[in-house]
């Protein structure tokens, strides 16, 4: 089983950057896949962008240009990096890993952009 501990949400004005931290209980090598999803009040948990382990990144269509997912292999963490904050980027964000058949998901981290 697969843990998942995110940090680095917080508040933040518009304009502003943040960067997601999920460290994951085991080498992201044995992970096939993680990501970062979000999801907003009253909405449906959406992809923002996720990292192969072989280092294929793929991105939701509206974070493409913002957001940018990287890892550290040494500390089996993979960031998450917003940048020009927009109010409607307030949600929460989880960090999920895809291994062999199953998914698991982190706790979620809350990011509030105030405008």
């Known amino acids: 089983q697969v843990q998942l501990v995110e940090s680095g949400g917080g508040l933040v004005q518009a304009g502003g950057s943040l960067r997601l931290s999920c460290a994951a209980s085991?080498?992201?090598?044995?992970?096939?896949?993680m990501g970062w999803y979000r999801q907003a009040p009253g909405k449906q948990r959406e992809l923002v962008a996720s990292?192969?382990?072989?280092?294929?990144?793929n991105y939701g269509d509206f974070a493409k240009g913002r957001f940018t997912i990287s890892r550290d292999i040494t500390k089996n963490t993979v960031y998450l990096q917003i940048n020009s904050l927009e109010p409607e980027d307030t949600a929460v964000y989880y960090c999920?890993?895809?291994?062999?058949?199953?998914?698991?998901w982190g706790q979620g981290t809350q990011v509030t952009v105030s405008s």
């Open positions: 999920n890993a895809h291994k062999l058949n199953y998914g698991y």
């Open positions: 085991e080498s992201i090598f044995s992970i096939n896949a």
């Open positions: 990292l192969t382990s072989g280092g294929r990144s």
